[in-house]
């Protein structure tokens, strides 16, 4: 059975090196739609002859958060794998649990939801001091997908801190038991 045995043996390499299987493919998915986004919420863009503006803008916004996300399993993977000791721990990733608080995530989640919501607000006044008239698509769009970002980014990071807050109680059979007397 080679295929099984040697999807089985894939599988177990990727489970145990959770930087080439969330790390290094999300930092690439994230920076790329990140950067798009941000180029082309100031206008279109011709490279080679072809033309990237707002539909362009709208799959780089899926491909940020589809990088964000694998970034925030990555984190996820690690508590977990470190807690139960599959994976070992460096000095670094201990300095940065240290530092790390579900409450932390919390705040820069809640951050970026509210930046979401600043955008949009800002857009929606805009539009009613035109008299909620007709727009111009595109720079509707061009307001709306950071707008959107924001607030999907802001949501999983307050998601992904209260499951790191999940992860990183302590367990019953982890706490020491009490004395009875």
Known sequence: RSWHDGWRHLRFLLLFAPRWLFVYPGLVAFFLGAIAVAVLAFGGVEIGGIGFDVTTMVY?????????????????????????????TSERYRRIVAKWSAERGLLAGIALFLLGIVIGIVQVSVWGSADFGQQDAAQAVRIAVPSALTIILGFQTIMMSFFSGVLTTPRREQRPEAVIE
């Open 60 to 88: 780089a916004s899926a491909l940020c958060v589809t990088g964000f996300q694998a970034l925030l399993f990555f984190w996820l993977t690690k508590l977990y794998a470190t807690q139960e000791g599959f994976l070992p």
